[in-house]
């Protein structure tokens, strides 16, 4: 049964969280999940947010305003321009919204009522992963043809032609499988991981000051204050994370448009 977490035993003790605990009750139950609803959120917020911030630009601009345009700049010029080049600038907006988007799901990871980022389910960074996979196969592939695209990418330039046939499915495997599984993988394990170590000291915090030992329970306040520090490297850590999937994702645009490797 779904929320049974919050539903006593016969014996006076809470239900185990279980995987039900992420759908809705009512109607919804099972299609729309908790993770559902935080994605629509974090997208809502993006928009609303760069809708209001630039929907009467000024020559002097407002904070919301010259926080819109910093945040743009930074995937423009910091991302999009300095790795993929000149090129760099019409992906711009896509890299940003990357940025963005990933940086609101994943600081959902320490905000009240939420307390998980979306991203620390491998559906969304693997839907993420996918998108990005094949942009930037179909921005090679338009720039330079199916064949001398995938030539590029599995043919370096200046290995001897005897060691192609160990090299073309080293990159192939290398350019094609490995990125985008290793792109969802990385964003997955270090928000599920910054979760669960939340967890475990809030939930030890709890263990230790139920415990029957006296001496015990005055650690549960070393726990938690543990868990105060860990929640504002969270935040770090779901920042980073949400420059690296972008920062990752230039780098794989920039080797599609490169004329060699």
Request: proline fraction near 7%; charged fraction near 10%; avoid cysteine.
């Amino acid at each position: 049964m779904s929320g049974q977490s919050s539903v006593l035993a016969a014996g006076g003790l809470p239900w185990p969280p279980s995987v039900d605990d992420f759908f809705l009750p009512g109607y919804f139950y099972p299609w729309i999940t908790k993770f559902t609803v935080m994605v629509w959120i974090a997208a809502a917020v993006v928009m609303v947010f760069f809708l209001v911030s630039y929907r009467k630009p000024k020559l002097v601009p407002t904070k919301a305003q010259w926080i819109a345009e910093s945040i743009y700049s930074f995937g423009r010029n910091g991302i999009s321009g300095d790795v993929i080049g000149h090129e760099g600038i019409k992906f711009a907006p896509y890299i940003t919204t990357l940025l963005t988007f990933i940086g609101v799901m994943n600081v959902m990871a320490i905000v009240p009522f939420f307390q998980i980022a979306p991203t620390a389910h491998i559906g969304f960074p693997a839907a993420l992963a996918l998108i990005s996979w094949v942009l930037y196969i179909w921005v090679g592939i338009r720039k330079h043809g199916v064949r001398r695209y995938f030539k590029n990418m599995t043919m370096p330039s200046g290995a001897p032609m005897w060691l192609m046939p160990l090299l073309i499915p080293l990159e192939f495997l290398s350019n094609f499988i490995v990125r985008p599984f290793t792109l969802a993988i990385r964003l997955f394990a270090n928000m599920f991981a910054g979760h669960f170590i939340l967890l475990v000291f809030t939930l030890g915090g709890v263990v230790l000051l139920g415990s029957s030992t006296i001496a015990i329970k005055p650690i549960s306040v070393v726990s938690w204050a543990m868990d105060i520090v860990l929640t504002f490297l969270e935040l770090l850590v779901a920042l980073l994370q949400a420059y690296v999937f972008a920062i990752l994702n230039a780098v794989y645009l920039q080797t599609s448009l490169t004329e060699e490797h």
